[in-house]
């Protein structure tokens, strides 16, 4: 696939053409390129320009929708080849909180940590603080990794933080938190563990973590 694919497929992600966008990963896959690297180059770019366009009011929430669903139109065929890795690196529990469905950037960092030997569970989005609290406790595992866009949300994140503690289960668990709203000042405040940019920051620090 060429840069100028890699192009094709960030502009049909950005105009919301779902077929399009669907036709230029299977071609990628047919021409051995590498998923990871058609999701860095042909669809992560395509949702920075989406948000761009929202905050400058040229596109609303039907626009946003159909950028979505074409963008994971195309993840989902490129999903299909990631390899997953069963290195047995540590398990992560991720999820996106409680009142937030945004779960492109949840989803990214999760496939980049399965290609990298972590086996994730994913809690999906919109997940109750109980929830969290109960599968940090039957699964017991290394990391939990929260993700949320909005800001009123992030109180979601507060209170999963709190509800650790009160169980018992902070000092069981390492948390990461990430998403547009959140920095290293907020993730200090709520006591959790790191706080990263994207999904490369988010394997970076697992793997520094598991080497300790
Ligand atoms: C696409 C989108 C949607 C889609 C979401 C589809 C989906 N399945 O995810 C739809 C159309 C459904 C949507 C809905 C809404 N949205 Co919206 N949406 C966006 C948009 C344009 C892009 C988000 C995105 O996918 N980015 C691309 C990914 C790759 O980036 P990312 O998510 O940031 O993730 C990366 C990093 O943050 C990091 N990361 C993320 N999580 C984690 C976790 C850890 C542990 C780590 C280490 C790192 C990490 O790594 C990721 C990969 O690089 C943003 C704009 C923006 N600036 O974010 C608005 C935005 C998030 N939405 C917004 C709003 C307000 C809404 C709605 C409330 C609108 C409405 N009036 O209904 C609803 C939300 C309803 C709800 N209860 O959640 C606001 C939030 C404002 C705020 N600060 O509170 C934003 C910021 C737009 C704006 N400028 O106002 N939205």
Redesign the pocket.
């Known amino acids: 696939m060429t840069e100028k694919m890699f192009e094709e497929l960030n502009h049909a992600i950005v105009v919301g053409d779902i077929d399009e966008a669907g036709r230029l990963a299977t071609l990628g896959l047919a021409e051995n390129i590498d998923p990871l690297t058609i999701t860095e180059k042909g669809l ?1 770019p395509a ?2 320009i ?2 761009e366009k ?2 400058k009011k040229e596109y609303y ?1 039907p626009q ?2 159909l ?2 669903e074409a ?2 139109e195309a993840f989902n065929i490129l999903k299909t080849k990631m390899k997953v890795e069963s290195k047995g690196r540590g398990k992560v529990l ?1 999820g996106v909180v409680e ?8 989803n ?2 999760k496939i980049v940590l399965e290609a990298n030997g972590f086996v994730c569970i994913d809690m999906g ?2 997940v109750p603080i109980e929830d969290y609290l109960q599968k940090v406790a039957e699964d017991k595992p290394d990391f939990l ?9 992030m109180m979601s994140m507060r209170r999963t933080l709190e509800g650790l503690v009160e169980e018992g289960l902070r000092d069981k668990v390492k948390v ?6 959140i920095s290293w000042d907020f993730c200090k405040k709520i006591g959790a563990d ?6 490369k ?2 394997l970076k ?1 697992a793997v520094s973590e598991v080497k300790k």
Not at 194 to 199: A, Q, T
């Open positions: 992560i949702m920075a989406v948000s929202y905050d929430l946003m929708l950028s979505s963008f994971y991720i009142g937030d469905v945004h779960d492109i950037g949840k990214l960092v989005r919109d990794m929260l993700s949320t866009l909005m800001t009123p949300t990461a938190v990430g998403g547009g709203p790191f706080y990263g940019d994207n999904e920051d988010a620090w």
